[in-house]
């Protein structure tokens, strides 16, 4: 079946620095992926996505590029800020015979320092 | 614009006790459904979704039930909590306009079980 990981946190940075939030996936079809954010307390919020191999989703600062070769949709940002402290999950998505049930991964759990 | 409801925000009940959550979307028709638990610190269990009225699949095994009674709104029940039911519920929702691979979330409900 589909599964997709995550690189487990907390990953903790000080603003400004460099993020990267490392996520590989499993899949027998050509799925849609995503980056979803909870911050606390809150729901989850789709962040970005793409749909297809060498596809880019962008939002908020935020980048990800579908890799097919690598079976990987890494999320990155140049600079991050103290707000964009909260829980990542990278999420895929196929029909799944109809289902459309997605498969997410763990979350990983950012905290931006001053 | 679709927005998504879910009530109470927080609850705090005994064990043995009976449950019932409710989630409404609204600005939206036949709308797949969702109910999502998140223990502490974990990441995201997929407790039922429906894809049409009267129409629940259940992907865990457990003292919980759900029901659609209308084409908007999804209720999670329980006839007697246990411990192990505390967590977050998530309801989301998705939508054939959107290939029904987005899901959006609700605000969550916060279930203490004593």
């Known amino acids: 079946g589909d599964s997709v990981t995550q690189m487990e946190g907390p990953v903790t940075l000080s603003e400004e620095a460099f993020l990267t939030i490392n996520c590989t996936y499993t899949?027998?079809?050509?799925?849609?992926l995503f980056w979803y954010v909870q911050y606390p307390g809150e729901g989850l919020q789709l962040l970005l996505k793409a749909t297809k191999a060498d596809d880019k989703g962008s939002n908020k600062g935020f980048e990800a590029t579908y890799r097919k070769e690598t079976t990987s949709f890494h999320l990155e940002k140049g600079s991050v800020q103290v707000s964009d402290s909260a829980v990542y999950f990278c999420a895929l998505s196929d029909d799944g015979g109809g289902s459309y049930i997605p498969t997410f991964g763990r979350g990983t759990s950012l905290i931006v320092h001053p | 614009s679709q927005t998504i409801h879910q009530w109470p925000a927080t609850l705090v009940q005994p064990v043995g006790s009976p449950l019932s959550l409710e989630c409404t979307v609204e600005g939206t028709s036949n709308p797949n459904l969702y109910w999502y638990r998140q223990a502490a610190g974990r990441g995201l269990q997929l407790l039922f979704y429906s894809v049409g009225i009267g129409q629940i699949s259940s992907e865990v095994p457990q003292n919980l039930s759900a029901s659609r009674p209308q084409d908007r709104q999804f209720i999670l029940s329980s006839k007697k909590l246990l411990l192990s039911d505390s967590g977050f519920y998530l309801c989301?929702?998705?939508?054939?306009?959107?290939?029904?691979?987005?899901?959006?979330f609700g605000p969550g409900t916060r279930l203490t079980v004593l």
């Open positions: 989301a929702w998705s939508t054939r306009d959107r290939g029904y691979n987005e899901q959006f």
């Open positions: 899949a027998t079809g050509y799925p849609s």
